[in-house]
Structure formats: C-alpha cells, structure tokens
T-cell receptor, first 113, second 108 residues
Framework: DAGVIQSPRHEVTEMGQEVTLRCKPISGHDYLFWYRQTMMRGLELLIYFNNNVPIDDSGMPEDRFSAKMPNASFSTLKIQPSEPRDSAVYFC???????????FGPGTRLTVT | GIQVEQSPPDLILQEGANSTLRCNFS?????LQWFHQNPWGQLINLFY???GTKQNGRLSATTVATERYSLLYISSSQTTDSGVYFC??????????FGGGTRLMVKP
C-alpha cells in the first residue's frame, strides 16, 4: 500500500486566498484525522471522520476552516479566507476500525503571506 | 484532557551512545504511539504500545500503563536517528494528544 497520500506537499498563498488541502487514506481505513503542527502549539487534532461522517470538529479553529469527506477515498481541508497565522504543517492520518494505531501522511506545509 | 510530558526536551549524543526518552501521561490510556519526525518533517511510526514491551532493531519501548509512563530506548545511536521523537496518547480511541517532543541530535 502507498500509505496516506497528501497533496500538495507545499503551498504558498497570499492572505485572503482560498486554500484546499487533500488527503487519500490507506485503503480500508475507516477513520481519518486532520492535524495541524505549529511551533507555538505543537501537534493538535482539528477534526476526524468515521466512515466519511465528521465525528468531532471541536479542534477546528474557526469558521474559516471546513473539512469534507465525500467518499472513503478522499478528504479535503479548506481554509477560506486564509490568514498568515494559518501557516503550519497540516497532517492527515488514518486508522482501521480494528486498531487504534494511526498512520500519518507526509504533511502539507502551508505558508500564507 | 490528557496531559503528556516528554523528557528531556533536548538531547545531544555521540554516535554509538545509548539513550532513554521518557513520556509521562496524566490519565489511563488505550492508545500510545511513539513517532520519529525526521528532518524532512515526516512522522514515522515507531511503536504502537499502550502496554508492555516491544523491540524493533536498535529501538525498544516499554509502557507501564498502571504508572502512566512509557520509555523509548535507542541503542548504538546513528546520525540518521536525529530528529524529534514524539509520544502520543489517547483514551477515547480516537483523539491523539501529543507531547512536546524530544529533539535528538546524534553527532558523528
């Protein structure tokens, strides 16, 4: 298996622009998680899905952030409008129903200028 | 929520040395993972170890769940071991709470 796939790997955008990050989970994994890593706050959970349904979005910082999982093979995290404080590395992670172990993608490094 | 503390925050080793990294957590857990974040930023799974002991090559880990701590042992360290080591725990089965990490530098 190719593991968790994220795109793009790097994104540079200007303040006010819409940003869409993408994740393809490992086949057969029923849970998908979006995390954000910053120097100030470390790694924190934003939202997670089970069987394509959002379960807990309490970590989403504000209404500018939204996430969807239209099918078992694809999820997006959207920021609109983006702000410089959104600059971070965004990770997608997945796990199968029978184990709590999470597997992380390579991350998307977002820079908002 | 669960509090996770890792020590030491920074560690410098000479190649070939051994080291022990510690992770303390504040509540019972059913998930504990150790990760290595390499210099390119990738999070590599090292161990899934909510309890007991596991070994993988030069690395081993022990979790004593009743005393709420886990240890990661690195033996015969190599320069490629450099990076940040994270402990992450969960008790609801889904959310992982990460510690602050141990930044390791192995010098040749």
């Amino acid at each position: 298996d190719a593991g968790v796939i994220q795109s793009p790997r790097h994104e540079v955008t200007e303040m006010g622009q819409e940003v869409t990050l993408r994740c393809k989970p490992i086949s057969g994994h029923d849970y998908l998680f979006w995390y954000r890593q910053t120097m100030m706050r470390g790694l924190e959970l934003l939202i997670y899905f089970n069987n394509n349904v959002p379960i807990d979005d309490s970590g989403m910082p504000e209404d500018r952030f939204s996430a969807k999982m239209p099918n078992a093979s694809f999820s997006t995290l959207k920021i609109q409008p983006s702000e410089p404080r959104d600059s971070a590395v965004y990770f997608c992670a997945t796990r199968e129903a029978s184990s709590y172990e999470q597997y992380f993608g390579p991350g998307t490094r977002l820079t908002v200028t | 929520g669960i509090q996770v503390e890792q020590s030491p925050p920074d560690l410098i080793l000479q190649e070939g040395a051994n080291s022990t990294l510690r992770c303390n957590f504040s509540d019972s857990v059913n998930n504990l993972q150790w990760f290595h974040q390499n210099p390119w930023g990738q999070l590599i799974n090292l161990f899934y170890i909510p309890s007991g002991t596991k070994q993988n090559g030069r690395l081993s880990a022990t979790t004593v769940a009743t005393e709420r701590y886990s240890l990661l042992y690195i033996s015969s360290s190599q320069t490629t071991d450099s990076g940040v080591y994270f402990c992450a725990v969960g008790n609801a089965g889904n959310m992982l709470t990460f510690g602050g990490g141990t930044r390791l530098m192995v010098k040749p």
